[in-house]
């Protein structure tokens, strides 16, 4: 069955310093999406980025970066030097191509970045 | 940026009416989806909706829920006797096809309050 862990529920940081969020999944199926959305506190679901499971390549976007390793299950989001408008709930989310598209979310990680 | 739109963005209605949650998905996207997120917990998949029929769907969807495309363009989720346990925030989202090479896009939610 597929899940996916977000074990880190909260974490809170002082503005500028790096912080990696956690995202663990478990799935059957060997072809698979992995996605990151932030929620801020209006409530929306922005979406970060969306990785397939043929490409492990890392990203960096900005001051974001995700690394994703098929031999761990893992797919972490890195904030480099964060900013209080970064805080928020942040979802790593899956979804198996055996499925008709539905995402499977984790629980979430609130951060909160103070200044 | 194309965007699904949902309405309204705050619903109050009294347990054991009906409701009808209104979204307008992405014009070229043929995948539709909806979802909900009770206060403070993860987001849930309800139903996945193609070619004019339900693709998948939780066991949350039971029989009190429904999805239509009436006219090709709305997407619209029904509660037909709400329960207090029906608030939540409902997210439609859509998507081109299930590569999302272009993208799963969520709306920005409709809150609905169940007195």
């Known amino acids: 069955a597929q899940k996916v862990t977000q074990a880190q529920t909260e974490i809170s940081v002082v503005e500028k310093e790096d912080v990696t969020l956690d995202c663990v999944y478990e799935?059957?199926?060997?072809?698979?999406?992995l996605f990151w959305y932030k929620q801020p506190p209006s409530g929306e679901l922005v979406f970060l980025i969306r990785?397939?499971?043929?490409?492990?390549q890392n990203e960096i976007s900005g001051r974001y970066s995700w690394n994703f390793q098929k031999s761990t299950s893992s797919f972490n989001f890195t904030i480099t030097a964060s900013q209080v408008v970064d805080s928020a709930v942040y979802f790593c989310?899956?979804?198996?191509?055996?499925?008709?598209?539905?995402?499977?979310f984790g629980k979430g990680t609130k951060l909160s970045v103070k200044p | 940026e194309p965007e699904v739109t949902q309405t309204p963005s705050h619903q109050v209605t009294q347990m054991g009416q009906e409701v009808i949650l209104r979204c307008v998905p992405i014009?070229?996207?043929?995948?539709f989806y909806w979802y909900r997120q009770i206060l403070g917990q993860k987001v849930e998949f309800l139903v996945s909706?193609?070619?004019?029929?339900?693709?998948?769907k939780s066991e949350i969807f039971d029989d009190q829920f429904s999805v239509e495309r009436p006219d090709g363009s709305n997407f619209t989720l029904k509660i037909r006797s709400t329960k207090l346990e029906d608030s939540a925030m409902y997210f439609c989202?859509?998507?081109?096809?299930?590569?999302?090479?272009?993208?799963?896009?969520f709306g920005s939610g409709t809150r609905l309050t169940v007195v």
């Open positions: 989202a859509s998507s081109e096809d299930r590569t999302y090479n272009y993208g799963y896009t």
């Open positions: 799935t059957r199926d060997t072809t698979y999406y």
């Open positions: 990785r397939n499971s043929f490409d492990e």
């Open positions: 989310a899956l979804s198996e191509w055996g499925s008709q598209g539905n995402l499977i």
């Open positions: 014009s070229n996207h043929l995948y």
């Open positions: 909706f193609y070619n004019n029929e339900i693709s998948e």
